[in-house]
């Protein structure tokens, strides 16, 4: 165990939520909140924290494998009585971060701040606080100087202590040893029997030991996720501080209020984003692309200067000056090499379309493999599906598919080759052949419907 430690608490139903989904587990900007609480650990070379599960736990441990232990709080009785369940994981370590799974908006230099403030004073304890506009329902903070005196809750404390705006944020750094004692000292105070962290704080004092105060710079970061009205909130602080990271970064965002990047994007200098973009799960933007107005992509790669407009994409590749939209969607394997245009109305899934292809309106592809500088006509459809199984479409390099055409898979239309507008294709065309499947057109003259009176 290395001489610093970090324990994270995540035991907690999260009544407030009204959720089926630990309330750990409900996402902030793509991620779910203990993974913001993990992240913030990474830098402080904290690689294993200890998280402390309990409602949830089989969908927490599994999430959380390769990344952290996680020890089991079987009965939920407080806070400190789930920092308990860590003391057998805490041989050898001095020093240990305490944090809550709920808190996903501390940043690493925020942590990191609060352990060499810990470290220097050699504090038994050191608590971590704030100061938010709204002290209401927090416990109250009462100082001498760095020195902790109490912390008093918000149903506890007189009308002058209320006035108090410093407010304790439940991330604490403790010396293990004297933590150990202190944790066996507590006792429930509550009818519910319940142990909460803050009583250790009295047996600090009983035995002399120094607890220090650290104030975070930035109260925001001290929100904690109890409520939905929380996690919107929280979440509203968070995209700002992805937006403005992205400005700095050399992005143009012509509205930030109508914009929203997940936390796992990456953005190169000289996107642009309009209005109404929203960029989700992991994907990357190239340069000079622009991607807006009205645009959701996840997961998706776009490659420098594509331009991206009214579309819906799910885990597709936009190539190299490609452009997509208005009113596209392209779905889970779609590829699109450079130069390639898909327009209005075109629904593209699992397939690649060659370089300098068009697709430009009406029309559907799915399982198929276009070549370069293939013309797709306006209303041709892949028919890729037979009721069971799916089937693949290849359409030759300079090939040209007319309008309202039918491609009957599995089917191959070579190179060059040219079928004609409203034909269906059920046999494969040579290269560098015409192909016209179609009814002989009847024209009967003078011809009116018979009445039906």
């Known amino acids: 165990m290395p001489s610093l430690a970090a324990v994270v608490l995540a035991a907690g139903k999260g009544t407030r939520m009204k959720s089926k989904l630990p309330k750990v587990m409900h996402p902030l900007a793509g991620k779910p909140l203990i993974d913001h609480v993990l992240a913030a650990l990474e830098p402080l070379g904290i690689k294993e924290p200890l998280v402390i599960v309990g409602h949830g736990k089989e969908v927490l441990v599994p999430h959380l494998a390769g990344r ?105 750094c403790f010396k293990v040893k004297p933590m150990r004692a202190a944790l066996a000292a507590l006792r429930p105070e509550n009818a519910q029997g319940e142990y909460y962290l803050p009583g250790v704080f009295a047996a600090f004092r009983r035995e002399n030991e120094a607890v220090f105060i650290q104030r975070a710079a930035d109260s925001n970061e001290a929100l904690g996720i109890n409520s939905r009205a929380q996690l919107a909130e929280a979440e509203g602080v968070y995209r700002q501080r992805i937006l403005a990271h992205w400005l700095e970064q050399g ?29 989700k799960g992991n ?80 029309s559907y592809v799915g399982d198929a493999d276009i070549g370069a500088g293939v013309n797709i006509g306006a209303g041709t459809i892949t028919c890729n599906y037979d ?28 190179e060059g080759a040219f079928v004609g507008a409203g034909s269906t294709i059920t046999k494969d065309v040579p290269a560098n052949a015409l192909a016209v499947e179609r009814a002989r057109q009847t024209v009967k003259e003078n011809w009116q419907r018979e009445s039906c009176d």
Do not use: M, W
């Not at 908006?105 to 050191?126: E, N, V």
């Not at 390639?340 to 699992?350: H, M």
């Not at 069971?388 to 009957?408: C, E, M, Y």
């Open 68 to 172: 952290a232990v996680c020890a089991v709080q079987e009965e939920q009785l407080g806070t400190g009585h789930a920092l308990k369940q860590a003391l057998p994981f805490l041989e050898g370590a001095e020093d240990v971060l305490v944090l809550s799974g709920d808190q996903p908006l501390f940043r690493s230099r925020t942590l990191a701040d609060l352990i060499r403030f810990h470290q220097t004073r050699g504090a038994a304890a050191t608590v971590l606080t704030a100061e938010p506009a709204d002290p209401y329902g927090y416990g109250r903070i009462i100082r001498d100087g760095e020195i902790l005196l109490d912390i008093v809750e918000e149903k506890d404390a007189s009308p002058s202590q209320r006035t108090v705006r410093e407010i304790n944020t439940g991330t604490y």
């Open 251 to 279: 992005v143009t965002i012509v509205d930030p209020a109508s914009t929203f990047v997940d936390a796992g994007v990456e953005l190169a200098q000289d996107v642009t984003l309009l209005p109404f973009t929203v960029l």
């Open 283 to 362: 994907t990357k933007v190239a340069e000079d692309a622009v991607l807006g107005p009205q645009v959701f992509l996840e997961s998706c790669i776009c490659a420098r200067g594509c331009r991206v407009a009214h579309t819906v994409a799910k885990d597709a590749l936009i190539g190299e000056d490609s452009t997509v939209g208005p009113f596209a969607y392209l779905r889970p394997g779609t590829r699109l090499a450079s130069g390639v245009k898909v327009g209005d109305f075109v629904e593209i899934k699992n397939s690649r379309i060659g370089r300098g292809s068009k697709v430009p309106h009406l």
């Open 387 to 414: 009721g069971v199984n799916k089937h693949p479409t290849v359409v030759g390099d300079r090939a040209f598919i007319g309008s309202n055409t039918n491609l009957v898979a599995p089917v191959t239309v070579g």
